[in-house]
């Protein structure tokens, strides 16, 4: 079965990295994001209740860092990306290197000509959504832009939106582990800020009813910057990853030409995915955090954990299944109405 960015159009999976683009791109880049930015915030504050907690300090660090930027926040509604930075001061949304990069799916926000550039130019990677997995090339242009720039890229890694009235958070996919040990094996280690937002799935909730296509207005918004996490936190990971990566390159010298790339037999080894899975639970403990300061409950311990999201069937479900970690097989049916088992990605 081919992957899915080989059976998008091409028009579909035009790259997104503009790590030298040309003087029309970087003017385009500023007209997009200044304008959808604008629009964002007139639409916040003009119709919402906004708070901020921490957004001086995390502009602050954006504006004088000499590493690249990872953000990572909860995934909430569909209005969060890119209502989310009608909160960051308006002198900030005309500069390309103050504004994030993000990821859209190319099978939504690069279906033709047009989207292409506007996505493009509003800094958005083409993501392949389906079974694409962590080793597509939207997250090869996410490591590449990262350490070869000091670019702030913003992630959900929970990789689609959970609504719950306790604002309880999905696991985090692997892929945002891998563009985080990557980043730092090819550049430098990057600064890592969680985020937490309440109220934007009030705006267009998943349940609303008649008018859908209609944002509600009146709604409480909060967004809190958390400070960055401790590079101490991370770099022991980063270490680990670098000394797996130098031992199989020794049993499997397959790039010779550059021995920072990662053998595949490592990529898909256990040690590869258990360093993953423990870095994906460190981050996503730092946005939880966040959660519990806003006054939420604890959540169920084995949240974190994409194993107990699976049914005795092997069916994947929105919500932590049983007490007992299933393994990352699951069962779906085809259109012949046969069982096809396919291996969760959980990236």
Known sequence: MKNSWEVIPARQAQRCVQLKGSVAWK?????????VGMLSKAFLYGTQSV??????AFVKMLQTRKR?????????????????????PAKTLFNPTHVRWSMGSADICFTNKVLST??????????????????????????????????????FPEGRIRQS???SMRYFKW???RIVLETAMLGELPIIVPFFIEGFDQVMHESREWPRFLPRVGKKITVTFGEPIDDAIIQPYVDKWQQMV?????????????????????????A???????????????????????????????????RYYLSDEGYEYDVVQGGVPRPAIFKKKDAGGEDVIEKDTFT
């Open 246 to 270: 130098a031992e199989a390159r020794q049993i499997f010298p397959d790039n010779e030409d550059d021995p920072r790339l990662v053998p595949f037999a490592l990529n898909h080894s256990q």
């Open 51 to 56: 708070t901020t907690h921490g957004r001086e």
């Open 68 to 88: 690249p930027v990872i953000s990572v926040c909860n995934h909430i509604s569909v209005m969060d990306e890119p209502l989310l930075w009608g909160v960051m």
């Open 175 to 177: 892929g945002i582990s």
């Open 272 to 306: 590869a995915k258990d360093i993953r899975r423990e870095l994906a639970k460190e981050l996503r403990d730092a946005v939880s955090k966040l959660r519990l300061q806003a006054g939420y409950p604890a959540e169920n311990p084995h949240a974190h954990d994409a």
């Open 27 to 35: 003017a385009a880049s500023v007209v997009t994001l200044g304008t």
């Open 165 to 167: 009235k306790d604002y």
């Open 118 to 155: 506007f996505f493009s130019s509003g800094q958005t990677l083409a993501t392949y959504r389906h079974g694409a997995g962590m080793f597509q090339p939207a997250l090869d242009d996410a490591i590449t832009l990262l350490s070869q720039s000091n670019a702030w890229l913003h992630v």
